[in-house]
């Protein structure tokens, strides 16, 4: 959803921050709910937004939030007052950025706003699934569990954050330390067998002339080596924030080799985790519906969820239009028909979320045991390669040498 930046005015006081909305006139809109008087809105653009998190603040992350949500829970059930406990929950929270937003949450409370609408002026620091989630909270007076929902629904989310993190650890130490191997042997190595072979005359193979050709284009044009991987990065960057780029890289993301599995369980389990959780906080199916798509990252899982929110709307069952879509696999499909049928739809979808992150696990699992023996080989024949390419010349002499002597 796009963030607009504003300047407002509130009990005499200059006001200024970010609000998420689908358009200025929704920003304005919610500015003004806030009890604020709107003096300018304007659609904030990805620079300004990587500057805002780039000093010295930085974002809440889910474990952040769900340590939050569950020291929320445990002071708030001994009977403590919401004002004193954000009040405490700022006092021993230690992400700077999260630590200002939970102190303004406080005073605006204490003003007399809601604690949702408060949350909801943090300029993203809150998610807005989580706004949603205490705003139904509040309305049916079961604020405790609506954030003991979201410390699970967070908890879950960091578990499967840190698995594939690990995961890919050790791929990512490997490819590094290959690649400055490669890089000091085409600065250094490389160099002084292309001299010795210029001194001697002889003809090279075709992967030393190949081999020697590329470390002369490291060493004496570095430059074009490092504009060309920059056009590259920004080239991908540009084309992936068109729509078209989104669709390519979503659809790239679901059926890639190896990475593809594991990026449609984790879709699901991520769609059914939070589904569940909204719609057991009282939600509608269509509000829920409605959320749960802007928190899908991949476009088809999000416009798949857009229209089944739009084909229950009209009477249908939630089932039939993830079916036509194509995108989920058939398990949460008939796990949700089941669910319709018994009338037990929220545990079915805990059952779902609670299948498929242990899928998600698995994935991990295979996709981190498939591609370090890949890159081992990968980077094992490149190295060969730039090995071959001095050996092969200098067998060649040592034949030269052993004729001559006959």
């Known amino acids: 959803m796009p963030s607009f930046k504003y300047v407002a005015y509130k009990d005499g006081k200059e006001v200024k921050g970010s609000i998420e909305a689908a358009d200025k006139e929704e920003a304005a809109a919610r500015i003004k709910e806030q009890g ?7 659609a904030e653009s990805s620079l300004s937004k ?31 007052p919401i004002v004193d406990a954000l009040e405490m929950l700022g006092d021993q929270t230690e992400n700077k950025a999260l630590q200002e937003a939970i102190f303004s949450v406080k005073a605006s409370v204490q003003q007399g706003n809601t604690l ?6 943090q300029g993203g620091i809150f998610p807005s699934m989580m706004i949603n989630m205490v705003e139904a909270g509040e309305s049916s ?23 594939v993190k690990k995961s890919m650890i050790y791929p990512i130490a490997l490819t590094v330390i290959v690649v400055a191997v490669v890089i000091v042997m085409m600065v250094l190595v490389i160099p002084t067998f292309s001299d010795m072979y210029a001194d001697m005359g002889q003809e090279l193979p075709a992967i030393t002339r190949f081999v020697v050709g590329l470390s002369d284009l490291v060493v004496h044009k570095w430059y074009l080596l490092i504009a060309i991987v920059v056009a590259v990065v920004v080239a991908f960057k540009v084309f992936g924030a068109t729509e078209t780029g989104k669709y390519i890289f979503a659809d790239i993301s679901r059926k890639a080799p190896i990475f593809g599995n594991m990026t449609v369980k984790s879709g699901s389990a991520q769609f059914a985790r939070n589904l ?55 398990m949460i499909i008939h796990m949700i028909g089941i669910g319709e049928e018994t009338g037990n739809m929220e545990d079915m979808l805990i059952t779902a979320a609670t299948y498929f992150e242990e899928e998600v696990e698995v994935a991990t699992e295979q996709v981190s045991a498939v591609i370090e023996p890949l890159l ?17 010349p200098m067998f060649g002499m040592y034949d030269m040498a052993g004729g001559g002597d006959v």
Do not use: H
């Open 376 to 392: 081992i080989v990968v980077m094992a024949g490149i190295v060969g390669v730039i090995i071959m390419s001095v050996l092969i």
């Open 50 to 80: 990587d500057i805002n998190l780039s000093f010295g603040k930085k974002k809440a992350s889910t474990r952040d939030l769900s340590v939050f949500c569950r020291q929320f829970v445990s002071i708030s059930t001994a009977g403590v």
């Open 141 to 163: 007076g079961n604020l405790e569990t609506s954030f003991d929902r979201m410390a699970t629904q967070f908890e879950k989310s960091t578990r499967i954050q840190q698995l």
């Open 116 to 121: 949702a609408n408060s949350m909801r002026q």
């Open 36 to 42: 604020q008087m709107v003096i300018k809105v304007e």
């Open 276 to 330: 569940s959780t909204l719609t057991a906080a009282g939600l509608s199916m269509i509000d829920s519906l409605d959320i749960v798509a802007k928190t899908m990252p991949n476009l088809r899982f999000r416009d798949a969820v857009l229209d089944a929110k739009d084909k229950v709307s009209q009477g249908r069952p939630l089932s039939e239009p993830l079916r036509n879509s194509q995108v989920f696999p058939n």
